[in-house]
């Protein structure tokens, strides 16, 4: 099992305009993806994870997302009893990365 390291929205932010290899994963449902979402994350909730595997790239960084972290965690526990690698979950979630980076985006 591979330790899931928080990460820093405003790190996040930076990898992104780095332009460095990651996979985003949002695992919130529909009608909270439908309000807001980073964009290029792949979208798959929290409960369909396991039925979905073969979307996820195990050798990619990936950066699990939710509403404000607890969900996202105990998924990218799941992928990293899986045997998925660099594993990390956005502290605060997709609320703290509204109100840190993208003060634009809808909040719920």
Not at 7 to 28: A, F, M, N, S, Y
Not at 32 to 47: F, K, Q, R, V
Request: proline share 4%; with cysteine; net charge negative.
């Amino acid at each position: 099992m591979n330790e899931v390291i928080a990460l820093q929205p405003i790190l996040l932010q930076q990898w992104l305009e780095e332009g460095k290899q990651i996979q985003l994963l949002d695992v919130r449902e529909q009608d909270e993806w439908d309000i807001c979402h980073i964009a290029g994350s792949l979208h798959i909730p929290m409960n369909d994870i396991l039925k979905h595997l073969d979307t996820i790239n195990p050798n990619t960084p990936t950066v699990v997302i939710c509403h404000h972290g607890v969900r996202s965690g105990i998924v990218a526990d799941r992928l990293s009893i899986k045997g998925y690698g660099q594993l990390y979950n956005l502290t605060g979630g997709i609320d703290m990365w509204a109100r840190q980076v993208d003060k634009e985006m809808a909040r719920y």
